[in-house]
Each structure stands twice: as structure tokens, then as C-alpha cells.
């Protein structure tokens, strides 16, 4: 699959548009650091998003720089990157080196990263306010500080020493939230790789086989496509394993009667999917598996009707809680009202976790989800997945044919002009289609 790339010029449009926001000062980005695995073997390597998004740029060791304009000077993008070297580049492979990262990254200046300590402190002259990401990692904390103390030492000069550092994720978050065309077209591309993965694990489930052969299953879509990388770890969870919320061992045995939730996504070009499904393992509910599973898809619905410019951040939850609640009570799973259980929160039992997230370069992404203490209204542009569920464990006071049904059906969604779109509508979540797919 030929994949869309989002061009240059929008990397520098969006540098733009925060140095913009920034109005005065300097910010100062670092991609995220490489991880030791254990001795001389690395994780692998993950850029920053924030970083990313500014820049586009993918190699470890690198740190973006943008000054806001002056009335002296114009806006500059500066960018600190490895140094070509003949000798790494036989062992670790090819890296752009700043004269090749300036042109290609639509820079103004570029330096190689060696040069950080020097070049840092005569750029901090004179600005009155640092950019950066604090509290995210103590060690460039630390550094931040040691280049203002470089240069308040010199303040006698007549240099004046930047007096106040902002977190640039303010700003950042902000933009981040709200998706462009190009975004979205690569959060599709994204989507589309993920509901193969499902599709496929769907069809290759049986009983007897092992939790993490459809996980490898999935990984092996996800790469055959071109994302190289899970957005988060794979849950593949069968039976009681789905009522564990944050399950990732994903090693044990497949037994027919029982159902099966896969929680995964691919991350293509930065951006994630999250996509989660929940199907028999045999391929066909049982009755008390279809009645729970229907009612979640209900819960699902509701929800997502509720994703529209100006309604808030709440109102899918809320509509979902409405549903499951009211279904838990006529299934005798809760005893009393509508009203009194969503009062006391009986329904928490059964579904303890909130409908969605935010959904970008992070799968968990960026975005305030309140604003002057009131949950914020949904506007187009904005992606946030619906994730309703219902997770029931042995318990004495539950009827044991409920026991160890684990489900959530989780879409992503855009939110549009007149309402919304599915990114994930062509992965099988109706009980027919489900079993269907499944013959
Ligand atoms: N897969 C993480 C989540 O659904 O939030
Ligand atoms: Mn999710
Ligand atoms: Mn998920």
C-alpha cells in the first residue's frame, strides 16, 4: 500500500502557526531520548510527538528551536541534529546530518547537536521567555536551567536573561487537537490497516489455539501494511482474561464458548489507531453473550450519536451509562431505577471506565478535556475514539451464567460539521455480521 505522506510545508505551517501563538520567546523541543533495553540492545525508537509534529523529523538526538519574531528580526526555525559520520552510518545506517536536514525539513538553520551547549545560551540572550516541555524528563529540566544560569551570569554585559519558561504543551495540545485534512487522511490510512488486522484475527480464530498467535496475527498485518509498530500493546484477552482491563499477557488457551477481545491498533507515520472487538471464539453467542453484547453495541450507538459540534465532551458518556445502567437493570444484573443506579454508581460493578479519549499522534492524545471547569464542546476536526463496555467476574452476588463475559466495541471518530464519521466502520461489530464473518 502506497501511503500518503504529509508534506514539508506543512510541518513549517504548523511551526508557524505556534511561533504565532507564542507572540514572543523561544521554544525549545527535544525529541524523546533513546532507551536501553538491557546492555548494548536499544527499545525501539520512538520520536516525540511533539516534537514530530513541529518537525517531521525522525531521527534520535535532536532538538527543534523556534524564536518568535521581533521587531529586529524574523520568525527562525533551528534545528540541532547528529552530525553526518561515515563511520556510525556503516553500523546504525543513514542519517541527514544538518546541511540535508535544512533543505529537506524546510529549516533556516541547522547545527549538529554537539553544538547544543554553546549555541543554546547566545540564543536565549535577550528573549524574555523560554518555550519548553517541563517536568517531562528531569535531566532536560536540568539543562534548561544550566543555559539560564549561563546567561544570567552574564547579565552584568547588559544581556538580559529570559525570566519566565512556559510549558509548550499549552499551545501545542491545542493544535494537536484539532486534525487537518492531511491528518486525518493518514489517521484513515491508519484505521484501514487496524480493521484488517481485526478482520483477519476474527477469521483466524479457534478454540485450542493461543491468545498470542492472533496477536501475531495482528502484528503481522499491522507490518505487511507499512506500520511498523502497535500504537499501544495489544490486549488479547479470551474469557475471565477480558474482564482484567489492562491485560497483556496474551498467553493463554482459546476455549470455544468463550469470548474473545482484542483491544489493537496500528501506529502508521506517528498517528495511532485504536480499535477493540469482541467476538465468540467459536464463532457463534451464546444467548447470555448476545444479550450483554447487544447491549453494549446499544450503549456504543448512543454514544456515538451524541459526537457532534457543540455537544460536550460528557454527553456520549453520559448517554452510554444511560443505556448500560438501564440494561443492567432489566438483566437483574443491578437492582432499582434508572435514576438510582446511575445515582450511586452501581453500574461501576460493571463498567468502570470513562467512553473515550482523544485520539492522535499519541493514542491517548493531547487535548484538554475541560475548559474553565466545564467539559468542553466538541468541534469538527476533533478525533476521539467510543469505547463503552461491560466486564462481569465471578462474583457470589452475580448469576453464574453472567461470569467472565468481558466486552467493549471501541470505534474511532471523527467529529464533522453536521455530526461525525467512523474512521473504523468496515470492522464487523454487528452480532450477524460478527458471525457471519466468522463461518
Ligand atoms: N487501547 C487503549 C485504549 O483503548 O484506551
Ligand atoms: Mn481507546
Ligand atoms: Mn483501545
Known amino acids: ?135 517531562h524528563d528531569s535531566a532536560w529540566d536540568q539543562r534548561i536551567m544550566q543555559w539560564l544560569n549561563q546567561v544570567r551570569e552574564q547579565v552584568r554585559t547588559g544581556i538580559m536573561a529570559p525570566e519566565k519558561i512556559n510549558d509548550c504543551r499549552g499551545i501545542l495540545d491545542e493544535m494537536r487537537l484539532i486534525k487537518s485534512d492531511q491528518e486525518l487522511d493518514v489517521m484513515q490510512q491508519a484505521a484501514n490497516i487496524s480493521v484488517q488486522a481485526h478482520r483477519n484475527a476474527m477469521q483466524m480464530t479457534k478454540p485450542g489455539q493461543y491468545e498470542y498467535q492472533i496477536e501475531a496475527e495482528l502484528l503481522y498485518t499491522f507490518n505487511r501494511h507499512g506500520a511498523r509498530s502497535p500504537a499501544y500493546t495489544s490486549i488479547v484477552a479470551g474469557g475471565s482474561n477480558a474482564c482484567v482491563l489492562h491485560y497483556v499477557e496474551n498467553n493463554a488457551v482459546l476455549k470455544s464458548g468463550d469470548l474473545l477481545l482484542i483491544d489493537a491498533g496500528c501506529e502508521l507515520q506517528g498517528y495511532a489507531s485504536d480499535i477493540t472487538r469482541t467476538f465468540p471464539i467459536n464463532g457463534k453467542f451464546s444467548s447470555v453473550q448476545k444479550d450483554i453484547y447487544q447491549l453494549v453495541l446499544n450503549a456504543q450507538a448512543a454514544a456515538i450519536a451524541q459526537v457532534k459540534p457543540d455537544n460536550r465532551w460528557d454527553e456520549p458518556h453520559q448517554a452510554a451509562l444511560k443505556i448500560l445502567a438501564q440494561g443492567f437493570i432489566d438483566l437483574g444484573l443491578c437492582q432499582g431505577n434508572l435514576d438510582s443506579v446511575l445515582e450511586s454508581e452501581d453500574y461501576k460493578r460493571f463498567y468502570m471506565h470513562r467512553t473515550g479519549h482523544w485520539l492522535g499522534m499519541d493514542v491517548h492524545d493531547a487535548g484538554q478535556y475541560k475548559q474553565q471547569g466545564e467539559w468542553r464542546r466538541f468541534q469538527p476536526g476533533m478525533v476521539l ?16 451464567h453472567f461470569w467472565n463475559i468481558g466486552i467493549r466495541i471501541e470505534d474511532d471518530v471523527i467529529v464533522t460539521e453536521n455530526g461525525n464519521q467512523l474512521l473504523t466502520a468496515t470492522a464487523p461489530k454487528t452480532i450477524v455480521d460478527i458471525e457471519e464473518l466468522m463461518q
Not at 390 to 400: F, L, S
Request: with cysteine; hydrophobic share 35%; aromatic share 12%.
Open 1 to 135: 500500500m502506497q501511503s500518503l505522506i504529509i508534506p514539508m510545508e506543512s510541518y513549517l505551517k504548523r511551526r508557524h502557526t505556534f511561533a504565532q501563538h507564542m507572540q514572543a520567546g523561544i521554544a525549545i523541543i527535544p525529541t524523546a531520548p533513546e532507551r536501553i533495553r538491557n546492555r548494548d540492545a536499544h527499545y525501539p525508537y520512538r520520536f516525540d510527538s511533539y516534537f514530530y509534529y513541529l518537525s517531521g523529523f525522525t531521527e534520535p538526538e535532536a532538538v527543534l528551536v523556534i524564536v518568535a519574531k521581533t521587531d529586529q528580526a524574523p520568525e527562525r526555525h533551528i534545528l540541532f541534529c547528529r552530525a553526518k559520520d561515515k563511520e556510525r552510518e556503516i553500523w546504525d545506517g543513514y542519517r541527514y546530518g544538518p546541511e540535508a536536514a535544512k533543505e529537506t525539513f524546510l529549516l533556516d538553520e541547522t547545527y549538529p547537536i554537539n553544538r547544543l551547549d554553546d549555541i543554546i545560551p547566545t540564543l536565549l540572550s535577550n528573549q524574555p521567555i523560554i518555550y519548553t516541555m517541563l517536568g
Open 385 to 400: 475514539t467510543v469505547e463503552p463496555g461491560c466486564y462481569i467476574r465471578a462474583d457470589e452476588n452475580v448469576a453464574e
